[in-house]
Structure formats: structure tokens, C-alpha cells
């Protein structure tokens, strides 16, 4: 495989290939669907960089002005990689090891980050619009692909849940989803991996759901679809940094089912919707249960106190939750008595995204996606913003 240095997919020629590659994105965005971000051109305007504070104890690790990348996830040896969906853009290489002067290996292959019309009669073998990534305690790499490109509809047999090794880039298992797990309006956000039970566990943030994954037997079910702790809550004005996103038609985003975390015994799944102070937990045995009834599902579901709006959650071995906030441009540490503090908060800081730990626990990765910033919540209009990054931090255990 070869690194190629990231090029600018936000050109005009670019967004052109876009709209001819995927005919799911050529339909302007209705209010239902909601985008979470766009990458058409930019806006022309100087930016002026926000300086990186003295104290700082956040490390660049990587940073261009395309792909917009949600998701990053840190394998044994130091390899990261980039997540980088087909929302209204098309990425070379969707999933990509990060190298040296952000440089991007395509992941596993070429062949899987290519989407188009030579390959749509083999949705399950490429990366159709790749979320996230994860990295399980014995350092393999899941990657969700919610196969919805343009957040449309998904492409049918295409939503899928892949597990891969990082050494060989060998692709070991890959899960599919029908229609009655992952719906067309469906968009399977991210995921979290419990090999203790042999159990995947998903968010839907296009239908507001969970749904559950028998590792074992590749069997899945969608749980608490539609129910409060996977919706916004009412009346909730989605704000980053001050702005606040309305979409073209002057409606509020309202964004479901997003953010996920496992405890590190395995026993309890934190989750909650992006647009929403709302914060729940839930006992992953009631999620493996398939005697419950769905009303006995949602009895089991635990609402916390809340919290301030996330996008990526993650749990240490202590059971602090740490939070992206987008509200703030900051990255939040909640303890298990519910003291929540601030670790860092920084103008540059534009829509922190998803989080990944490295393999030794110490170090906690996460992108900024820049999301408020694009053309959908700015009138059409993409705003000058920082470049896209992915950023570590270094925590004592």
C-alpha cells in the first residue's frame, strides 16, 4: 500500500465526482434527514488560527483541511486511523491509517474505500460512508459502516459492522444488517465491543435506537427504538460554541441515539442522544436478553443526572465518563458520583467529535469535526474554521 497526502476534496471539480459517484447525495437535504455536516467549499473568508493556549496539554497528531474525519481509533503499535463518512463529499480513503505529515493509507485496501458504480453490486465488501471505529482488548479493529451516504437512505446490504486485524489489514468478520435491524432511514453511529460475551452494542442515530450484536452467531435486534433515552430531548437547541444549528428551512437539529460507552467490566453501556442534556445507562445482560419483553427493555434503562451535550463518550477503568463538548469546545471528565470538570477547553477546539483510547489507557485520542461550521447550519454557507484534527491527550491512569 501506498500513503498519498491528503488533498482537498472540498474543490469544486471534487464535490462535481461527488455528485456523479453517489447518486444518494444528489437529493437537496430535507428537513427529516438532518445532516450532521456538509463539505462543500468552504467559505473564501481569512481565517485567523486560534493559537494553541501555553499550557495546552492537548498534542496534534494529525490535521488537514479534508476529509472532514469523525472518527479515529488507536490500534497496538501506535497505528491510528481516520474515519472520514460520505456525507455530501466523496473521501478517497473513508477509513485510512494515519501516517507521517498526515499522510493517509487507504484501509484495508484501495479496493474497500472505493464506492461507485463499477462496485455497487458488492455493497458488503467497501466502505459505503464508514462512522467510526474500534479498537477491542485484544487489538482488533471494528469499523461500523451505517452505508447511508448524503445521510439519505442506506444502500441495501450495506450496513454493516466489520472486524479487521491492523497487523495484516486481514478483514476477519463482517456483520450485515437488514432493513428490520437498520431501517432505510437508518444510521448506525458507533460502536462498542464486549468479548467478554461475545456482544457488539450499536447506536442508531438515524432512527433514535440500540441495537445488539450476538458476535457468535452474527444475529442482531434493534432495542429501544424511539424511546426517550435514544431521542432529543424536547425543546433542546443544539449549540456549538455559541452557534446555534438551524438547518436550511430555519428548523433546529435535533440529533438522536450518538454517543456510547462500555464500562470496562462490561456489565453497563452509557449512551445518549446528541441534542440533549439527557444522560442514561443500561445493564448490557438486559440488552443480551432476548426473553425481554421491549417494555421490560425500557423498565431496565437508567436515567442519570444530566449532562452537558456530547458528541463521543468514553469510560475509564475507574468508571469517569469523558465527554466531547461541543457546547463549549471542551473535553469533560464526569466521576461515578457525578462531579463533572473540565480537563480542557480551547477556542480551537471546533466540534469535538469521537474519542478513542490508545492500547496503554494513558492516552486519550479524539477528532474535531467541525460540524457547526459547514454550509447546512450556515445558509448554505460554510464558515471559516480551524482545519479538521486529531488531537491526543495523556491522563495518569
Known amino acids: 500500500m501506498h500513503s498519498f497526502p491528503l488533498k482537498n476534496w472540498a474543490s469544486p471539480v471534487a464535490v462535481a465526482a461527488a455528485s456523479l459517484l453517489l447518486t444518494a447525495c444528489n437529493s437537496t437535504p430535507t428537513t427529516a434527514d438532518q445532516p450532521r455536516g456538509t463539505m462543500?467549499?468552504?467559505s473564501t473568508a481569512a481565517h485567523?488560527?486560534?493559537?494553541?493556549?501555553?499550557n495546552s496539554p492537548l498534542t496534534i497528531v494529525a490535521e488537514f483541511n479534508a476529509p472532514q474525519v469523525t472518527g479515529v481509533a488507536v490500534a497496538p503499535g501506535g497505528k491510528i486511523f481516520a474515519f472520514s463518512p460520505r456525507w455530501d463529499y466523496n473521501p478517497t480513503f473513508p477509513v485510512a491509517l494515519v501516517g507521517a505529515n498526515n499522510t493517509l493509507t487507504p484501509y484495508p485496501d484501495a479496493g474497500w474505500c472505493t464506492w461507485n458504480d463499477s462496485v455497487k453490486a458488492e455493497p458488503q465488501k467497501h466502505w459505503i460512508c464508514p462512522q467510526a471505529g474500534y479498537?477491542?482488548?485484544?487489538?482488533?479493529?471494528?469499523?461500523?459502516?451505517?452505508?447511508?451516504p448524503g445521510l439519505k437512505f442506506t444502500v441495501p446490504g450495506g450496513p454493516k459492522l466489520v472486524k479487521t486485524d491492523p497487523k495484516t489489514g486481514q478483514v476477519l468478520q463482517t456483520i450485515l444488517y437488514p432493513e428490520s435491524v437498520a431501517p432505510r432511514k437508518s444510521y448506525l453511529n458507533d460502536v462498542r465491543i464486549d468479548l467478554q460475551n461475545k456482544y457488539a452494542y450499536l447506536t442508531d442515530s438515524g432512527t433514535g435506537a440500540l441495537?445488539?450484536?450476538?458476535?457468535?452467531?452474527g444475529k442482531s435486534r434493534q432495542l429501544l427504538a424511539k424511546q426517550p433515552s435514544t431521542l432529543p430531548d424536547k425543546n433542546f437547541i443544539t449549540k456549538a460554541q455559541g452557534h446555534a444549528l438551524y438547518d436550511p428551512t430555519g428548523k433546529p437539529g435535533q440529533f438522536k441515539a450518538d454517543g456510547i460507552a462500555l464500562s470496562t467490566d462490561n456489565q453497563y453501556l452509557y449512551y445518549r442522544a446528541l441534542s440533549g442534556h439527557s444522560l442514561y445507562r443500561i445493564k448490557t445482560a438486559a440488552l443480551r436478553n432476548a426473553a425481554l419483553s421491549p417494555a421490560q427493555v425500557q423498565a431496565a434503562v437508567e436515567k442519570l443526572p444530566d449532562a452537558p451535550a456530547c458528541d463521543g463518550m468514553e469510560l475509564d477503568s475507574k468508571n469517569n465518563l469523558y465527554l466531547t463538548n461541543f457546547e463549549e469546545g471542551a473535553i469533560l471528565r464526569r466521576t461515578p458520583a457525578g462531579k463533572t470538570e473540565t480537563l480542557?477547553?480551547?477556542?480551537?477546539?471546533?466540534?469535538p467529535d469521537t474519542f478513542s483510547w490508545d492500547p496503554d489507557g494513558q492516552h486519550l485520542y479524539f477528532t474535531t469535526s467541525a460540524i457547526h461550521k459547514t454550509p447546512y447550519w450556515n445558509k448554505?454557507?460554510?464558515?471559516p474554521r480551524e482545519p479538521f484534527r486529531i488531537y491526543k491527550m495523556t491522563l495518569a491512569k
Open 40 to 42: 462543500p467549499a468552504d
Open 48 to 54: 485567523v488560527p486560534a493559537p494553541a493556549p501555553a
Open 135 to 148: 479498537v477491542d482488548t485484544q487489538g482488533m479493529l471494528w469499523i461500523v459502516d451505517p452505508a447511508a
Open 211 to 217: 441495537v445488539v450484536t450476538d458476535l457468535k452467531t
Open 344 to 351: 480542557v477547553k480551547e477556542a480551537r477546539l471546533e466540534w
Open 380 to 383: 448554505g454557507v460554510g464558515q
